[in-house]
């Protein structure tokens, strides 16, 4: 023990030494023997010493562990995208560049191959050069105006179906999925065409549409043509049903009733009654008799009106209305001439000659 001590004693500092130097070591070899794997990654190992890159299996996110001199290469397997513009012709031989944008994810169970047979750098090896053959052999079929339209969705489509089909039969591993990389879609963001060609595209589109337009107003016309004739239809076949349904009686009786609420009034008033047929009053449009002699013309029109109400078979109320049997006042000659409250009498009127008659 006490020989145990003394070597202790007179090693100490090189031993202090010795374990500095280790530590510096650990901590300078630690970046290389722990790797992290990011969330959504995943990790290949590859090993210096032995049979190189390990295909049946691959490292999960956390951390991983290896020799300092063997590496672990990581790959994204979240979803991406990789965006590219490709010079295309089209069905009639007219240049075009076009602008696409390809989602994809790496295949799990092939990240190992896909980085012993291509390396890292699959987008510029494998995934690019496809998406540009692909494209311009879907887009070769179409013309310039037809990219415009609503095609695009088919090329879109065509061109991710025959990418698809590239990663399924023409790399290795062969099987009924696809093989290195999974396309998820396939977008045509945009198409540039020569000035001159696109601009009469566009001129051209907007002539159809607002040919178009055209249509659509003639259609509102014709809508509008029909509308107004059924409405004039209802307005002929009231008339009809209102012509028929209103009778001479039934005239005649409006037009007494009208001279009674007139006559009931309290209100000052010269009521002219017609002369000519059926007596009924002026305003009905009984001017085409002469107007009633002067005298007697008020106990004649109350007359007249019994007997066009038992004419028209009126209830024996309107023959005993002491306002009809009973004789009117016979106004002043003076007072004719009915003037309205706070009229001078001396102001000049000019009367018509047929409102005063003689005495």
């Known amino acids: 023990m006490r020989r145990l001590k003394s070597w202790f004693s007179r090693n100490g500092l090189g031993l202090t030494l010795l374990g500095l130097i280790l530590a510096l070591v650990f901590a300078w070899l630690t970046p290389t023997i722990f790797i992290f794997v990011p969330p959504g990654h995943i990790g290949v190992y590859w090993v210096r010493f032995g049979s190189g890159t390990i295909t ?129 879609d396939l977008l045509l963001k945009r198409t540039q065409l020569p000035e001159k060609v696109r601009d009469a595209i566009q001129d051209k589109l907007v002539q159809f549409y607002i040919m178009r337009g055209y249509d659509f107003r003639v259609a509102r016309e014709e809508k509008e043509r029909l509308r107004k004739r059924i409405e004039a239809q209802g307005i002929r076949d009231f008339q009809t049903i209102v012509n028929e349904g209103i009778s001479e009686q039934y005239l005649k009786w409006k037009g007494i009733s009208a001279t009674l609420a007139l006559a009931t009034s309290n209100n000052a008033k010269v009521v002219v009654i017609g002369a000519g047929q059926g007596g009924l009053p002026i305003i009905l449009g009984n001017l085409d008799s002469p107007p009633a002699a002067a005298g007697g013309g008020d106990q004649a029109s109350t007359d007249q009106l019994k007997g066009q109400a038992a004419q028209l078979n009126l209830s024996p109320e309107f023959e005993s209305d002491p306002l009809l049997l009973s004789e009117p006042e016979i106004p002043n000659p003076s007072e004719a001439l009915l003037l309205p409250p706070h009229f001078d009498h001396n102001d000049s009127v000019d009367r018509p000659e047929s409102t005063i008659k003689n005495r």
């Open 56 to 184: 049946d299996r691959v490292l999960n996110e956390g951390v991983a562990y290896k020799w300092p001199w063997d590496k672990i290469y990581l790959y994204d397997a979240r979803l991406q995208v990789v965006d590219g513009a490709f010079e295309v012709l089209t069905a009639d031989g007219l240049e075009a560049i076009v602008d696409i944008s390809t989602r994809y994810r790496l295949v799990r169970e092939d990240i190992a191959l896909l980085h012993k047979n291509i390396g890292p750098d699959y987008i510029k090896t494998l995934l690019l050069p496809e998406v540009n053959s692909h494209a311009r052999h879907e887009i070769s079929k179409y013309t310039p105006e037809e990219l415009y339209s609503l095609k695009r969705i088919e090329i879109e489509q065509a061109i991710a179906e025959g990418l698809k089909n590239a990663m399924r039969f023409e790399y290795e591993p062969q099987n009924r999925r696809e093989s290195f990389l999974h396309i998820e």
